[in-house]
């Protein structure tokens, strides 16, 4: 029976693929990439709660809806996009997985640097995008990685060259626009930082209007040696979202990559987050804070791989939990043999705040190398009856209390954001959600 | 009036009985210091005051300048001017010492009706309660307890209460632990709040305290209850001859509680 299922579900995506397949970007190696991922997706379809990997996480959801594959791309104005264009900083925007370069601002970009449409780089022959896009991101055991692959019609390509420092942040909206049929995207992010390079990214995704839909971003980064790339993912869209992401990092010698991953929209959100240390002398921070309520989850699947000697990587998790919402965490770390010297810490905390609220912590640790530092620690509490008897007695109310406290639950992370504009953004969604903001505000 | 009656309070924790009968009166001014043996419930009757949901009062009654106490929120308590230096005072990692500060005592301003202050004014009245416990500028702008010694978490307690300006301060065995140098600054911010208005009940397991901050009355609890009362000389009986005589006579049934 099951089988008809995953065949049922799989043809709509198939059908699209042959249909569009002419006007998808990509040169020979690019088009034999996306035949290969839709006949892989077409083998695997969906997964489903039996497979350890989805085991927390039913995307029949997903599987079921019958979705929009190719939507166009709408007209938006500044206004639209006002809330999430972060000033200094370069903008590239998609809508419902297009382009749109009437909203993007790339004024001043320093000659050699490509913030571009990646569809248009592979048009003008860019040997980087050509030879990168897909090298990294393994589809063949994820069906969205696949899926993704196959079917991406746009995306960004950020190549900043050798030794060169870039000025400002590259600030990445993805936008939906959904309404009437549920619409799918899937957007494609290449990130290349040269030697001895430095950038910082910040990728949003948001919502304008209301419907069913799902963005399904793959993003990719190079990091060549001793580049220091600074990445940021704020995923704040609407309850209505499916929201399945694939962020692949590759690290070569002495480079140094962090990200923060902060998710507080949609309804089921997954994000695999896979860092290979290729190179001796690499550093990966890897931290996140969701914050979740209702009917929302949101799930983390980490994957750390050191494959080369003195490689140091750090994940720091939070989540905040509220309503009936659900968190998954799933650490895994990886040592290959002769990664000697790693020093590998996973640290995953969550905290709930109702009693229907549930997490999945389970970190993964396997290590074949004999000389090496691997730590990790997961916890799951509520807020400390002491510490909010404590605020009382200084004259602070109850509800005002739990919110302090939960603030200061997210404010290691929130300290750690080193772009002005997301940190401020983060601070003010908090002040917002949580209770009696104004005295947080106040306060912090 | 008297600014603090307690009668005959019963609480427990769990199924543990703790307070078994206290009876206790501070008048407007005065000092009160309750010494007594660990576990006699000292502690406890500070956190019952000050209104920690972990104990339960099942009997008696403690008037606040005339209210019922037990019958308010923490937070409410603290807005009409009572507060409680905590034994152990608690971290909170990524909320400003001082901005917190800020916060309680405009909710306390509020409650009050008195206009709250803005940044500057605050900050030029909280320069001055610095002063009164040799406060340094940079545990001010650090989160609150954070990293803090403990000697530097007592001193925050008592900065707490100067800005936060009591009318009754419970100080909870606030100078254990402390060396003689944090002692004396323990000691000074308490003493250069002293007036006849403001009252302090000063909880400690030493009489050294007694000798930088002289009490007006001295009670000796036992057991949960309050078994001895005298002057300050009570403090130095105790300091001689320990607590087992007492321990012993309210065993026997024998200690009468003397009024001061």
């Known amino acids: 029976m099951s089988t008809t299922l995953v065949s049922d579900a799989v043809e709509p995506y198939a059908i699209a693929f042959e249909k569009l397949r002419g006007e998808l970007p990509g040169g020979d190696r690019v ?80 000659s050699g640097v490509e913030v571009r449409g990646l569809a248009a780089a592979l048009g003008a022959g860019s040997e980087a995008a050509e030879a990168e896009v897909g090298r990294h991101a393994a589809y063949a055991e994820h069906p969205f990685v696949a899926l993704n692959t196959a079917l991406w019609r746009d995306g960004v390509l950020v190549r900043v060259p050798r030794g060169v420092v870039l000025d400002k942040p590259v600030n990445l909206v993805v936008l939906g626009t959904p309404g009437g049929q549920p619409l799918a995207f899937f957007p494609r992010v290449l990130v290349i930082a040269e030697e001895s390079s430095q950038l910082t990214i910040v990728e949003q995704y948001a919502t304008l209007g209301e419907g069913r839909y799902l963005s399904c971003p793959v993003t990719e980064i190079v990091a060549h040696p001793n580049s220091v790339v600074d990445h ?54 890897l931290n996140g804070l969701y914050l979740v309520e209702g009917d929302q989850l949101v799930d983390y699947h980490m994957r750390v791989e050191h494959v080369a000697p003195h490689c140091d990587s750090h994940e720091l998790f939070k989540g905040i939990l509220e309503g009936s919402a659900r968190s998954v965490f799933n650490g895994r770390i990886y040592v290959h043999p002769g990664a000697q010297k790693t020093d590998a810490k996973q640290t995953s905390r969550n905290l709930l705040l109702s009693r229907d609220a549930l997490c999945n912590a389970n970190p993964q640790l396997e290590i074949f190398a004999d000389d090496v530092k691997c730590t990790h620690g997961s ?66 | 009036m008297s600014l603090l009656e307690i009668k005959n309070l019963y609480a427990r924790a769990e199924e543990q009985e703790i307070l078994k009968g206290v009876d206790l009166t501070v008048e407007p001014g005065q000092v009160h210091a309750i010494m007594g043996p660990n576990g006699s419930g000292k502690s406890t009757l500070a956190r019952v005051l000050a209104g920690d949901a972990v104990y339960e009062v099942t009997d008696g009654q403690a008037l606040y300048k005339g209210q019922d ?96 300006d009591p009318v009754l301060a419970v100080l909870d065995e606030t100078d254990s632990g402390l060396d003689i140098d944090a ?78």
């Open chain 2, 69 to 164: 106490l037990l019958d308010m929120d923490p937070e409410v308590r603290a807005r009409e001017g009572l507060f409680l230096a905590f034994q152990y005072p608690v971290e909170i990692p990524g909320v400003s010492n001082v901005y917190f500060l800020k916060a309680a005592l405009n909710a306390i301003r509020k409650h009050r009706e008195e206009p709250e202050m803005d940044a500057m004014e605050f900050l030029a009245y909280v320069r001055e309660k610095m002063k009164l416990v040799k406060m340094e500028e940079s545990l001010l702008q650090r989160p609150v307890n954070d990293g803090f010694s403990g000697g530097e978490k007592k001193r925050n307690e008592i900065f707490h209460m100067a800005t936060l």
């Open chain 1, 232 to 285: 940021y993912k704020l995923q704040r869209e609407s309850s209505s979202a499916f929201h399945v992401a694939t962020f692949q990092i590759h690290q070569e010698r002495d480079s140094n990559v962090s990200s923060h991953s902060i998710s507080w929209g949609g309804d089921l959100v997954r994000n695999d987050v896979n860092a290979i240390l290729a190179g001796e002398g690499c550093e990966a921070n």
């Open chain 1, 31 to 110: 088009t034999e990439l996306r035949r290969g991922a839709m006949q892989r997706f077409g083998e695997i379809g969906f997964p489903d709660v039996r497979q350890e990997e989805w085991r927390f996480t039913d995307v029949s959801p997903i599987a079921r809806t019958e979705f929009d594959l190719s939507p166009s791309a709408g007209s938006l104005d500044a206004a639209d996009l006002a809330p999430y264009s972060y000033r200094d900083c370069y903008r590239l925007v998609l809508v419902n997985g297009h382009l749109a370069p009437e909203l993007s601002d790339l004024a001043g970009l320093p």
């Open chain 1, 379 to 444: 916890t799951v509490g509520q807020l400390d009856d002491t510490a909010i008897f404590y605020l009382r007695s200084r004259g602070i109310g109850e509800e005002a209390a739990r919110s302090l406290l939960t603030y200061a639950f997210a404010a290691d992370i929130v300290e750690r954001i080193r772009v002005p504009q997301v940190r401020q953004e983060l601070e003010e969604f908090l002040f917002r959600r949580l209770p009696k903001g104004d005295i947080v505000r106040q306060a912090v």
């Open chain 2, 183 to 260: 002692l004396k600054i323990v000691a000074d911010g308490v003493n250069s709040l002293r007036d006849d208005k403001r009252s302090f009940v000063v909880i400690t397991h030493y009489q050294r305290l007694l000798n930088f901050i002289v009490p007006d009355v001295v009670h000796v609890m036992v057991d949960g209850r309050i078994a001895r009362t005298g002057g300050k000389e009570l403090a130095l009986e105790l300091e001689e001859r320990g607590y087992s005589w007492l321990e012993q006579k309210v065993a026997t049934g024998a200690a009468a509680p003397v009024e001061a």
